[in-house]
């Protein structure tokens, strides 16, 4: 499976951006998806998950402005960034736990490349 990131930009203070993650290609169900931000200096860290029944959880940094969402039939998930603040600058990836089942069944995680979101203040 593969991901591909999308949406990132420059914005001011205050105002809101869309990212999206594609999936596509590759065999295996995605089960639970996420978006992660790396920020200069710090550890990459997720900020947002969301189940195949679209059960989601937040990272406190993010609880109440950021909300993930996925349509199933798309293979796309999104987040919807409102009250983006300069502290939210940062590479914004996403990744989906992939359940394979053949002969036998595994799982791993994909990764798609980051898209850039810069905040100005």
């Known amino acids: 499976v593969q991901l591909q990131a999308s949406g990132g930009g420059l914005v001011q203070v205050g105002e809101s951006l869309t990212l999206s993650c594609q999936a596509s290609?590759?065999?295996?169900?995605?089960?639970?998806m996420g978006w992660h931000r790396q920020t200069p200096g710090k550890q990459r860290e997720r900020i947002a998950s969301?189940?195949?029944?679209?059960?989601?959880n937040y990272a406190k940094s993010v609880q109440g402005r950021f909300t993930i969402s996925r349509d199933n039939a798309k293979n796309t998930m999104y987040l919807q960034m409102n009250s983006l603040q300069p502290e939210d600058t940062g590479d914004y990836s996403c990744?989906?736990?992939?359940?394979?089942?053949?002969?036998?069944?595994?799982?791993?995680?994909?990764w798609g490349q980051g898209t850039q979101v810069t905040v100005s203040s």
């Open positions: 969301i189940t195949t029944d679209s059960t989601t």
């Open positions: 990744s989906a736990r992939v359940v394979v089942r053949t002969e036998f069944q595994y799982e791993y995680d994909a």
């Open positions: 290609g590759g065999i295996g169900t995605i089960t639970t």
